[in-house]
């Protein structure tokens, strides 16, 4: 169903951002509509050729659970109202990715992960106090967002259960907030934590899960796969994974 965000007027995202307001004790904020990224200059890799991604080779690229188009997964069945369908959708995301980040706590620790990496030369950057953004450790990053999440989750007004209450107006916009931020932190997991996934030997479950998200993502636009961009265009991190899965077939172009 493309056009999720504009071709549905009820559903069209505000022109303004609401307010931050600070998710705890700490100075930190709720996440800016488009939270930052920058783009660094590793020493250690510049003007040296880089073995590619473990995510990238074989086996690994192409092993999953789910064999065959994910369009009829994501595609909403009928009858079923689009906002009901993105929200659990959104839902189960949230709550699979948990999981799945809940077994490399040991491994994603300050120590590690000092910077919410998720390519060679990208970080992810999170607003202060004073809205400025600032390079904060995975783990920590990962943790706002979570509970960030499942604030919204609880929140009525945000996610109805109970009948004959309608979804807000700023649904759509909430969604993609939301979709970014889950997308953030699979491209830390697959960055820095690839290695502990095969240990674990659970990357055909990641792998199904990150291609249906990136599917559901694509069906109702709020895909943003420039925020994995470098200034030259460049793909890095799981953007060069996504442009893989469409050369194989796993993805639609």
């Not at 995510?55 to 192409?62: A, S, T």
């Not at 999953?64 to 994910?70: E, R």
């Not at 979804?167 to 960055?191: D, E, G, M, Q, V």
């Amino acid at each position: 169903m493309s056009g999720f965000l504009n071709s549905i007027g009820r559903l069209r995202a505000p022109k303004r951002s609401p307010l931050n307001t600070p998710t705890s004790q700490t100075g930190f904020f709720e996440p800016l509509p488009s939270p930052g990224a920058e783009f660094t200059q590793n020493p250690l890799t510049s003007g040296s050729p880089q073995p590619k991604p473990l995510y990238l080779c074989q086996p690994f690229v192409k092993a999953a659970l789910v064999k065959g188009s994910f369009k009829t997964i994501v595609a909403p069945p009928k009858y079923v109202d689009i906002n009901e369908w993105v929200a659990v959708n959104l839902f189960d995301f949230y709550h699979n990715l948990n999981h799945f980040y809940g077994a490399l706590t040991d491994f994603c620790i300050l120590q590690n992960c000092p910077t919410m990496s998720a390519g060679p030369t990208l970080n992810f950057l999170w607003p202060d106090q004073n809205q400025r953004l600032v390079s904060l450790p995975a783990p920590t990053y990962i943790d706002f967002v979570m509970s960030w999440l499942q604030k919204l989750l609880d929140d009525e007004n945000v996610f109805p259960t109970k009948s004959g209450r309608d979804f807000p107006n700023s649904f759509a916009y909430t969604a993609k907030h939301i979709y970014k931020h889950l997308f953030r932190i699979f491209a830390h997991l697959y960055h820095q934590h690839f290695e502990q996934i095969l240990h674990l030997s659970i990357e055909a479950h990641f792998n199904s899960l990150f291609a249906h998200f990136l599917a559901f993502g694509k069906e109702f636009d709020i895909l943003v796969m420039k925020d994995l961009m470098t200034n030259q265009g460049m793909g890095q991190g799981v953007a060069e994974l996504s442009e893989k899965w469409r050369e194989m077939g796993i993805l639609e172009a």
